[in-house]
């Protein structure tokens, strides 16, 4: 239960609508993505929506080992929640899921003004956890037979990618989809990246043919398209654009009607240019050299369809599960999605998600979202039964610290545990 001093473990009984039996329907660091961390967050500088490349599980000693082999999954999330509250987070919030029943956790603020326990029940940015939506939306497309994701970028976006030694003809959405096309990634531009993170106007326009200008801009290629996994917010701002391409409708509509609504998400929304969030949440945070400003509202242009999402743990968890116990995606969709392609000996990439083997020894499927204010994790089993998440109120894009080290493995911990 809840506490004065603003953090404590809940129990809570999951929607039992969203777990059980798979059923078939039609159908995730901040934005350069992070891999997961199986145990500690590699460096990520300037990244935005995306994950943090995976670093070597860390060890433990015997008797810690001992001491987490008597914890409880939510036991173990929730030190991590504290300690993540001493390395500097203003809040952190978690769960942990098996089957029906659910955990939640909780440490520090939501709100360092008010100073109102860290809610996990309440929303927040999810940044490059987007892409999972967005992948699954092309997914649908092509076993409805609207497209196929060899079809090329330039058959769908003529002209899109064509600078610099770019060749849209040669690029097949699977490989947007994948981060094998070899595009750079425009957040890495200090032209991007230096506005967004000073947040002086979080209304400024980005209109998605901009930020692929960007990249292309940046340098000629360096590697032949479906050659190697390369991590780029450029990928999925095109992905974003081959579906209204597609559809006639922009990526934010598209996944309201196709995700959002079946499945009931409620507190989960797609803005498009309103920088603010509503309704309760957790306020977003971002240190400044001594400073820590309040980033709640933020551009969410930047972004768009790599990474501007707001979701809350509970629908994360009801997504995923849905997702990896295929109620949105036919068979054959199913088996593209878990197609991967190497990261690192543990990691796979597949179609906006990531498959991680845990030193444990366990596998798990998830991903991660950074944006300016907020940083979140997820990590699934195969059949969905087993789930836990975790996310903060700070992020200043910068990776591999202490708070995202100690509660990434601690994430990774309690789902080793269950």
């Not at 039992?16 to 159908?27: M, W």
């Not at 309103?274 to 242009?301: E, K, W």
Request: net charge neutral.
């Amino acid at each position: 239960m809840r506490d004065d001093s603003g953090s404590g473990i809940e129990a809570g009984t999951a929607n039992r609508s969203t777990g059980g039996t798979a059923r078939r329907t039609s159908r995730v660091r901040g934005h350069r993505r992070w891999l997961l961390p199986v145990a500690t967050a590699a460096c990520l500088l300037m990244t935005g929506a995306g994950t943090a490349t995976a670093a070597a599980p860390a060890t433990a000693s015997s008797a810690a080992e001992s001491s987490t082999a008597a914890q409880t999954p939510a036991d173990i999330l929730q030190a991590g929640a504290q300690q993540g509250i001493a390395d500097g987070y203003p809040g952190v919030i978690g769960m942990v899921r098996k089957g029906d029943t659910t955990q939640y956790v909780h440490a520090g603020v939501g709100d360092r003004a008010t100073k109102v326990p860290a809610d996990p029940k309440a929303r927040f940015r999810i940044g490059s956890n987007t892409k999972a939506f967005t992948s699954t939306v092309l997914l649908q497309l092509e076993g409805e037979k609207k497209l196929s994701l060899d079809d090329t970028v330039a058959k769908w976006l003529p002209g899109a990618v064509a600078a610099n030694g770019y060749d849209g003809s040669k690029i097949t959405i699977r490989q947007l989809l994948n981060h094998t096309s070899g595009l750079p990634d425009y957040f890495k531009t200090i032209q991007i990246n230096g506005p967004y993170f000073l947040n002086t106007n979080p209304r400024e326009v980005f209109p998605p043919q901009n930020l692929v200008n960007v990249a292309l801009a940046m340098r000629a290629p360096t590697t032949e398209p479906g050659e190697k996994f390369d991590y780029s917010n450029t990928n999925y701002v095109l992905a974003g654009m081959v579906i209204k391409a597609v559809t006639g409708e922009d990526a934010a509509t598209q996944i309201q009607r196709r995700i959002i609504e079946p499945l009931g998400l409620r507190d989960t929304s797609f803005p498009t240019s309103d920088p603010a969030l509503y309704g309760n949440y957790l306020h977003g945070y971002a240190i400044r050299t001594i400073f820590i400003n309040d980033a709640t509202a933020s551009n969410v242009q930047v972004f768009g369809s790599a990474g501007a999402m707001v979701s809350t743990m509970d629908d994360l968890a009801t997504f995923s599960r849905a997702l990896m116990t295929g109620k949105l995606l036919e068979p054959a969709q199913m088996a593209e999605l878990k197609t991967t392609v190497p990261v690192t000996a543990d990691v796979g990439y597949g179609l906006g998600i990531e498959r991680i083997k845990l030193s444990c020894g366990k596998s798990a499927w998830g991903h991660n979202g950074a944006v300016l204010g907020y940083f979140s994790e997820w990590l699934s089993s195969e059949d969905g039964t087993e789930q836990v998440a975790h996310a903060n109120n700070e992020f200043h894009l910068l990776g591999g610290t202490p708070g995202q080290a100690h509660t990434g493995k601690a994430m990774t911990d309690a789902f080793c545990a269950l």
